[in-house]
């Protein structure tokens, strides 16, 4: 079982950034694809973006590609997302979460575990 507790959001104005940190339980954490997904108020929880175990391979929604940077330290257990130029639009809270299978699933009903959410609200 992998625990995930994600910190790092906050309030920024549009056109700022926030860094996201996801650190894991466990020291297995390293096996894992991890990604980041986001649901709005109301809305369903859409993919973000993912990252291999092996660190070498990435995989964006359309609407963060050139914005979003996901990254991770398998030394110490912990994977990040850099938000930078920030929109209203991508007020959310966001969870990490890992796999056992394919960085590039993007259905949330594939991916076996959870972090709690971290609130971001970008003001405009």
């Known amino acids: 079982q992998v625990q995930l507790v994600e910190t790092g959001g906050g309030l920024v104005q549009a056109g700022g950034s926030l860094r996201l940190s996801c650190a894991a339980s466990?020291?297995?954490?390293?096996?894992?694809?991890v990604a980041w997904f986001r649901q709005g108020s109301g809305k369903e929880r859409d993919f973000v973006a993912s990252?291999?175990?092996?660190?070498?391979?990435?995989h964006y929604a359309d609407s963060v590609k050139g914005r979003f940077t996901i990254s991770r330290d398998n030394a110490k257990n912990t994977a990040y997302l850099q938000m930078n130029n920030l929109k209203p639009e991508d007020t959310a809270v966001y969870y990490c979460?890992?796999?056992?299978?394919?960085?590039?699933?993007?259905?949330?009903?594939?991916?076996?575990?959870w972090g709690q959410g971290t609130q971001v609200t970008v003001s405009s």
């Open positions: 979460a890992a796999i056992h299978g394919s960085y590039l699933n993007t259905m949330k009903t594939q991916w076996d575990y």
């Open positions: 466990e020291p297995t954490f390293y096996r894992y694809p």
């Open positions: 990252i291999s175990w092996s660190i070498a391979y990435t």
